[in-house]
């Protein structure tokens, strides 16, 4: 007669199997969404237990907060830095002020409350709903087609071409990521108020802006190949032109 260890061990090596087959028949993914102050924040985490956090705020995010912001959330709660796409508002610099520990308690608060969710994309609009509720990811809560399979993500940072610095002279790098959802999605972010590069084609990539530094990239050839590095890493390689 099996013992109740064998039996629980025959129990796991089943839903190892499934997994493994992709029949796993409960949601891709759980999420929280939270706000707090001017932030908001939704939290993706897919079956195999992977992150995505995308965080937004009303006010813009240089890079230094954006630092401060993915330090705290890296030391607290073990989460990859090139999962976090801290994300601030576009306009004048005379807008608000940054409150970074507004986008510190929405995550915080959308990590304590992961359900299963559904995650849809429609065009340029990306959401999830949350026990028929549905949170915008990116752009507006528009329906559409259900995204499945596991997260990847990928941040890369990059200092442009340029000639001869001065001792005075600021050095920068400038922020590229990734995150992939799935087979048929990547989501591509540049710095401050960028576009996405004419050779990468929109078809299965969702472009956001104003994403870990509010200061926008170059026109730089080095900024094109770290999208190019980013896109590779998170399983999108050939999706230029």
């Not at 065009?123 to 399979?149: E, K, M, Q």
Request: overall charge positive; hydrophobic content about 45%.
């Amino acid at each position: 007669m099996p013992t109740r260890s064998s039996r629980r061990l025959a129990g796991c090596i089943a839903i190892e199997l499934l997994l493994a087959a992709g029949g796993w028949t409960a949601a891709d993914f759980r999420a929280g969404a939270a706000t707090a102050g001017q932030a908001k924040a939704v939290v993706l985490k897919d079956r195999r237990g992977a992150y995505a956090v995308f965080a937004e705020a009303d006010f813009e995010i240089p890079q230094a907060v954006a630092d401060f912001v993915a330090a705290r959330l890296v030391q607290t709660y073990d989460l990859p830095r090139p999962s976090l796409l801290l994300r601030g508002a576009g306009g004048a610099p005379s807008g608000p002020p940054a409150q970074p520990e507004d986008l510190l308690t929405a995550t915080a608060a959308a990590l304590g409350t992961l359900e299963p969710a559904e995650v849809r994309i429609r065009g340029a609009n990306l959401s999830v709903t949350l026990a028929g509720h549905c949170h915008p990811i990116i752009g507006d809560c528009a329906g559409g087609a259900l995204v499945h399979g596991p997260i990847r993500a990928a941040l890369q940072m990059v200092e442009p071409t340029h000639g001869l610095l001065q001792r005075a002279d600021p050095w920068r790098a400038y922020p590229v990521q990734a995150i992939a959802l799935g087979k048929d999605l990547v989501i591509v972010a540049l710095s401050g108020p960028s576009q996405l590069p004419r050779e990468f084609p929109a078809q299965g990539l969702l472009f956001v802006s104003h994403a870990n530094d509010s200061a926008a990239p170059p026109d730089d050839a080095r900024i094109r190949e770290a999208i190019r590095q980013v896109l590779s890493r998170v399983g999108a390689a050939g999706r230029t032109r």
